[in-house]
Nanobody, 121 residues
Framework: QVQLVESGGGLVQPGGSLRLSCAVS????????MGWYRQAPGKQRELVAT???????NYADSVKGRFTISRDGAKNTVYLQMNSLKPEDTAVYYC???????????????WGQGTQVTVSS
């Protein structure tokens, strides 16, 4: 079994910062692409940022220059540093990881349970 456990969400004022973390656990052979997605009330889930196993990154235009995704390969953990937060960043943020386990070596996409980020004064 693979689990993705997120942490770091909360309430922050506009212009503030938060750092999200997501740790992948289980009998893991390898973790490939990792990423963060978000879903605001009444909207579809959207990509925020992704990072490959060699560190290449991709960002949604709405967060470029404000958010930074990074990962610690040894800990199978992905981070999202969010600066200059805006009310429109309010959403549930979900971690995503593509993982092969030792049990079947099949590349499978896993999701975290989500963490709420609220930007409000």
């Amino acid at each position: 079994q693979v689990q993705l456990v997120e942490s770091g969400g909360g309430l922050v004022q506009p212009g503030g910062s938060l750092r999200l973390s997501c740790a992948v656990s289980g009998i893991i052979f390898r973790v490939y692409n990792m990423g963060w997605y978000r879903q605001a009330p009444g909207k579809q889930r959207e990509l925020v940022a992704t990072i490959t196993s060699d560190g290449s990154t991709n960002y949604a235009d709405s967060v470029k220059g404000r958010f930074t995704i990074s990962r610690d390969g040894a800990k199978n953990t992905v981070y999202l540093q969010m600066n200059s937060l805006k009310p429109e960043d309010t959403a549930v943020y979900y971690c995503n990881a593509a993982v092969r386990t030792y049990s079947d070596l099949i590349l499978t996409n896993y999701w975290g349970q989500g963490t709420q980020v609220t930007v409000s004064s």
